[in-house]
């Protein structure tokens, strides 16, 4: 009997990628997407490694990767070995997201450019040319930043649509701290009645009286008392905010949501108690959203509700 005539090895190199690459399972939504290579499509190495990696948020601004509480993708040896133990980042697990309020959509993408210099030259009017150091994010036409510029909205594009996609109340759920109920105050026991003197005169079975008090002043109505403000596990900052406004946006309108520029500096908690900067307690808060310096901020509710 002939053997049966094995298939030719295929010659085409994105075939033999693909036969070679091991099977990535994405029943996680918290998994790196998979890297097909696409026909006519070009990826450099580093958006590959921007794609790969665990979800962090990062707890303060780190040159080349972004601002704080920026949710990105890093190499678990990174975070493992230089963040975690520096916190400077934290894991954004399952149970990071819930608390949070936020979902595996709310991962970006590592900024490169923040924080880095550039070597620009200038050209006087002597036709003299002078070395200046700027960052890349204030870097002329032609830099890094102008082609960052190039895929976010004008101001007043971003402004109409946060007034149209954002709802008028911004919800947070977070697990309020059970304190316990204040004691009663102890009643203190009646005075005694004095006691009347006897006649020996009288019989033994004889009634004695007694002279009538005053009848005591009813006690005045307590005032109502202030509700107190009741604490919640964690908080939620600007940056909680900030990133519940961009999964909103993108679930509204996902070719034009991720476009809108919004930096956490133009965004302000109103109502907040002294010498606060975030929400650490139950309640109803104002939120103030600037999408440009000359423009009217969009104003929203911002509730925290308890998450039971």
Same mark, same amino acid.
């Given at each position: 009997?002939?053997? =049966?005539?094995?298939?030719?090895?295929?010659?085409?190199?994105?075939?033999?990628?693909?036969?070679?690459?091991?099977?990535?399972?994405?029943?996680?939504?918290?998994?790196?997407?998979?890297?097909?290579?696409?026909?006519?499509?070009?990826? *450099?190495?580093?958006?590959?490694?921007?794609?790969?990696?665990?979800?962090? /948020?990062?707890?303060?601004?780190?040159?080349?990767?972004?601002?704080?509480?920026?949710?990105?993708?890093?190499?678990?040896?990174?975070?493992?070995?230089?963040?975690?133990?520096?916190?400077?980042?934290?894991?954004?697990?399952?149970?990071?997201?819930?608390?949070?309020?936020?979902? =595996?959509?709310?991962?970006?993408?590592?900024?490169?450019?923040?924080?880095?210099?550039?070597?620009?030259?200038?050209?006087?009017?002597?036709?003299?040319?002078?070395?200046?150091?700027?960052?890349?994010?204030?870097?002329?036409?032609?830099?890094?930043?102008?082609?960052?510029?190039?895929?976010?909205?004008?101001?007043?594009?971003?402004?109409?649509?946060?007034?149209?996609?954002?709802?008028? *109340?911004? *919800?947070?759920?977070?697990?309020?701290?059970?304190?316990?109920?204040?004691?009663?105050?102890?009643?203190?026991?009646?005075?005694?009645?004095?006691?009347?003197?006897?006649?020996?005169?009288?019989?033994?079975?004889?009634?004695?009286?007694?002279?009538?008090?005053?009848?005591?002043?009813?006690?005045?109505?307590?005032?109502?008392?202030?509700?107190?403000?009741?604490?919640?596990?964690?908080?939620?900052?600007?940056?909680? $905010?900030?990133?519940?406004?961009?999964?909103?946006?993108?679930?509204?309108?996902?070719?034009?949501?991720? /476009?809108?520029?919004?930096?956490?500096?133009?965004?302000?908690?109103?109502?907040?108690?002294?010498?606060?900067?975030?929400?650490? /307690?139950?309640?109803?808060?104002?939120?103030?959203?600037?999408?440009? /310096?000359?423009?009217?901020?969009?104003?929203?509710?911002? $509730? $925290? $509700?308890?998450?039971?």
């Amino acid at each position: 009997m002939a053997s =049966p005539r094995l298939a030719r090895p295929p010659k085409c190199l994105d075939c033999l990628r693909r036969l070679a690459r091991p099977a990535t399972s994405l029943s996680s939504p918290l998994a790196a997407p998979s890297l097909t290579q696409t026909r006519g499509v070009k990826t *450099t190495k580093a958006e590959e490694e921007d794609l790969q990696g665990i979800p962090v /948020r990062l707890l303060r601004d780190i040159t080349g990767f972004g601002r704080k509480h920026a949710i990105i993708r890093v190499k678990p040896g990174r975070m493992r070995n230089r963040w975690f133990p520096k916190s400077q980042a934290e894991y954004m697990t399952r149970q990071r997201f819930t608390e949070l309020g936020l979902t =595996p959509a709310a991962i970006g993408v590592r900024d490169r450019t923040f924080g880095m210099k550039l070597q620009l030259e200038d050209t006087d009017a002597r036709g003299g040319r002078a070395r200046r150091t700027v960052f890349a994010e204030d870097g002329p036409p032609g830099t890094m930043k102008s082609k960052k510029d190039s895929l976010t909205l004008p101001p007043e594009e971003s402004l109409n649509l946060l007034e149209l996609l954002l709802p008028p *109340t911004l *919800t947070f759920k977070r697990k309020p701290i059970a304190v316990p109920p204040p004691a009663a105050p102890a009643t203190p026991p009646p005075p005694p009645q004095p006691s009347t003197p006897r006649s020996p005169a009288l019989a033994a079975n004889a009634a004695t009286s007694i002279p009538e008090s005053d009848p005591e002043p009813a006690p005045a109505p307590a005032a109502p008392s202030k509700p107190a403000h009741v604490a919640i596990f964690g908080s939620v900052s600007v940056g909680d $905010v900030l990133a519940a406004i961009r999964e909103r946006l993108l679930e509204a309108n996902p070719s034009q949501g991720g /476009r809108v520029a919004l930096e956490a500096d133009g965004v302000a908690i109103r109502g907040l108690d002294p010498g606060e900067d975030r929400v650490k /307690r139950l309640g109803t808060f104002e939120v103030l959203i600037s999408a440009g /310096r000359d423009l009217e901020p969009v104003r929203r509710e911002l $509730v $925290v $509700v308890a998450d039971e």
